[in-house]
């Protein structure tokens, strides 16, 4: 590009930065969303399940039966809502949804236990499926602590099992999910919002003004690009800081790095954002065509369900999705500190990813001007 291109591109650049200081509900879009968003998936969107409702019958009635109960509410997970000697009040809170769960201790449970041949029956309402795999998973895991350290008076058991968690030693499932929100709202940046903003130019007439200008397409296209990357890169920072300073989210690895990754991953957003305004008229269709290609991208990503979880279809149609690559990135970034040398393969598919996007949608958009 010629010296007289870059100070074109550079006019535009400024043209656009000036017009986003001149509209205030873009500039809270682009700056005041995204720490919003961040606050909201850092404290609401949480696998961990805590103070869940507990309906006890205690056949027993013994110090050992209660012993048990108290041992299940001093560990935070769950909360006794009721207690009866009748299975019938059990059955009827779970079916109310009063419930979760529902533990019955048989009548000769102490003296079971001092046997070790106690038993204690356990009922969860499945409606939620993961919801309720991590509650009797919670459950089962307390009741046998309990009934080791009780009935084992001195004796070890046959297996003493030492886990330990690297990387997240307490499984905090928030230390999971708020690095992957800085790649999500890098996507909303720099993929939705460079849509819509390229078709409000063209509804409001301003784009054909700068097709009759000294400018050329590829000048265009960087012009609407940069801006759009630079304030991608400055959320990028802002959303970082929160994770890092408000949420004590651990970042392990290379702030050089996580840069690097991110200016790849924008040619992605870039490209997807491009292409959209290129195949719509409307911001509505803008934003509807944005939304079909958005959801799909963050289902297939890992962000909410593991992508080996998934049927192999659709683990061959994620590679294709710059979201996954990039989540793996960060998360390994800020979790484990892991460098280029582990991360070469996500790196690699994201600039070819980045490149093919950018280059089509820059040609078609290309075409459109001409």
């Known amino acids: 590009m010629t010296k007289g291109g870059l100070r074109r591109v550079g006019v535009l650049v400024r043209k656009e930065f000036l017009q986003l200081a001149r509209d205030p509900r873009l500039r809270r879009v682009l700056f005041l969303v995204p720490i919003i968003q961040l606050i909201v998936f850092g404290y609401a969107v949480s696998t961990d399940i805590r103070h869940s409702a507990t309906f ?21 997970y769950f909360d006794v809502v009721g207690r009866s000697r009748r299975p019938a009040d059990l059955v009827r809170a779970l079916d109310h949804g ?133 304030i991608g890169l400055f959320d990028l920072v802002v959303v970082t800081g929160i994770a890092v300073l ?22 992605s957003g870039l490209g997807l954002g491009l292409f959209v305004s290129t195949v719509t008229r409307t911001q509505q269709e803008a934003f509807m065509a944005s939304y079909l290609l958005f959801f799909p991208m963050i289902l297939l990503s890992g962000f909410m369900f593991p992508v080996s979880s998934m049927p192999a279809l659709f683990r061959w149609i994620s590679l294709a999705n710059p979201l996954r690559h990039f989540l793996e990135i960060v998360r390994g970034i800020f979790l484990k500190g892991v460098g280029l040398a582990e991360l070469w393969p996500q790196h690699v598919a994201l600039a070819v990813l980045g490149v093919c996007l950018l280059a089509v949608a820059a040609a078609r958009f290309e075409k459109r001007v001409g």
């Not at 006890?56 to 935070?76: I, N």
């Not at 998973?137 to 099992?161: D, F, K, Q, S, T």
């Not at 996507?187 to 409001?204: D, K, N, P, Q, Y």
Request: glycine share 8%.
């Open 56 to 76: 006890v019958v205690d056949f027993d009635g013994t110090a050992e039966a209660r012993r048990l109960v108290e041992v299940l509410e001093s560990s935070g």
């Open 98 to 230: 009063d419930a979760v769960l529902g533990v019955v201790i048989p009548t000769g449970y102490a003296d079971d236990l001092s046997r070790r041949e106690a038993t204690v029956q356990l009922l969860v309402d499945g409606t939620n499926s993961n919801v309720a795999t991590v509650v009797l998973g919670y459950a089962e895991r307390i009741v046998n602590g309990h009934g080791i350290a009780a009935a084992g008076a001195g004796v070890a058991p046959p297996i003493e099992l030492r886990d330990r968690a690297w990387f997240n030693p307490d499984l905090d499932s928030r230390d999971y999910n708020v690095p992957a929100v800085v790649g999500v709202l890098i996507l909303v940046i720099c993929f939705m919002l460079t849509a819509l903003a390229i078709v409000r130019e063209r509804e409001i007439g301003t784009l054909e003004q700068l097709m009759v200008s000294p400018l050329t397409p590829l000048e265009l296209v960087m012009g609407k690009a940069i801006p759009f990357a630079l």
């Open 246 to 267: 408000w949420f004590r989210v651990p970042f392990a690895g290379s702030p050089l790095l996580l840069l690097g990754s991110s200016l790849l991953f924008l040619l």
